[in-house]
């Protein structure tokens, strides 16, 4: 009876041992972290990171490429907006040139033209003594405009000096209002355009029954629109149209406020 016992447990221990043998078995996978990274897994990430970079350099380049290719056209779009204006400027100082060649007084010395009271050498003392102060200053810049641009600042200097001596040495003279004229004529011709702008001034504020008047007025206009200022420009080129409407000033005038308009 032990015997038998003895065998069926031997048995009962044979069959669960064959049981287990026969179950799979499964090994743990180890966990991958940053110490157990394989060599070739990391020269992976770094080829990522090195891809992205290069990305991230060649659009900055692009944009670099655009920004400098704008900033040429910009550069380009102001150089021609800055010769068309020059090239409007020169034109409107050829014209005036041109009209005033033609008035008597352009082709002249000052006599009865200009001045209030007939030729200056048939007037005494002081007056004559201005008249040819004048004629001295006003024969500088005649001659000046048959010299090169780039010869005539220096001429045109030199006659601002006398004519400001015309106006010292005689204040009240009688030409007096035409030397203020010139002045601002020579300060616009040189770019000096407050300078211009206060000497035109003199003249339609202490002389407004002097003939330079409609003269004074247009070039007040064009000193403005110079200075960037349209508004007064055209309150000056209107008052030449509406308060002299049959000198040769008005038709200037009307132009130039047209293309300001």
Do not use: C
């Given at each position: 009876m032990h015997s038998v016992r003895i065998s069926a447990v031997v048995a009962t221990a044979l069959f669960a041992m064959a049981g287990m043998a026969g179950a799979p078995v499964e090994e743990a996978r180890p966990v991958q972290t940053a110490a157990t990274t394989t060599p070739a897994a990391a020269e992976d990430n770094d080829a990522d990171d090195a891809s992205g970079i290069g990305t991230l350099f060649y659009?900055?380049?692009?944009?670099?490429d655009e920004v400098r290719r704008l900033q040429g056209i910009v550069e380009e779009q102001n150089y021609r907006i800055e010769r068309?204006?020059?090239?409007?400027?020169?034109?409107y100082i050829e014209l005036d040139q041109r009209l005033l060649a033609l008035r008597p007084d352009a082709a002249q010395p000052l006599g009865a033209a200009d001045g209030p009271d007939g030729d200056?050498?048939?007037?005494?003392?002081?007056?004559?003594?201005?008249g040819d102060a004048y004629n001295r200053a006003y024969a500088v810049v005649t001659e000046a405009r048959q010299l090169p641009p780039s010869e005539r600042v220096t001429e045109y200097q030199r006659?601002?000096?006398m004519f400001d001596a015309v106006i010292r040495d005689h204040p009240d003279g009688q030409y007096t209002p035409n030397a203020y004229y010139w002045m601002?004529?020579?300060?616009?011709?040189t770019d000096a355009l407050e300078e211009a702008r206060q000497a035109f001034a003199q003249v339609t504020n202490l002389y407004a029954d002097h003939a330079k008047?409609?003269?004074?007025?247009?070039?007040?206009?064009?000193?403005?629109?110079?200075?960037?200022?349209?508004?007064?420009?055209?309150?000056?080129?209107?008052?030449?149209?509406?308060?002299?409407?049959?000198?040769?000033?008005?038709?200037?005038a009307r132009s130039y406020a047209a293309e300001l308009r």
């Open positions: 659009q900055l380049q692009i944009l670099q068309l204006v020059r090239e409007q400027r020169e034109r200056a050498s048939t007037v005494p003392g002081a007056v004559s003594v201005q006659a601002l000096l601002g004529e020579l300060h616009l011709a008047m409609p003269d004074a007025l247009y070039k007040l206009g064009v000193t403005y629109h110079r200075l960037g200022d349209n508004i007064r420009a055209l309150q000056y080129l209107d008052r030449v149209t509406d308060e002299y409407p049959d000198s040769a000033q008005a038709g200037l």
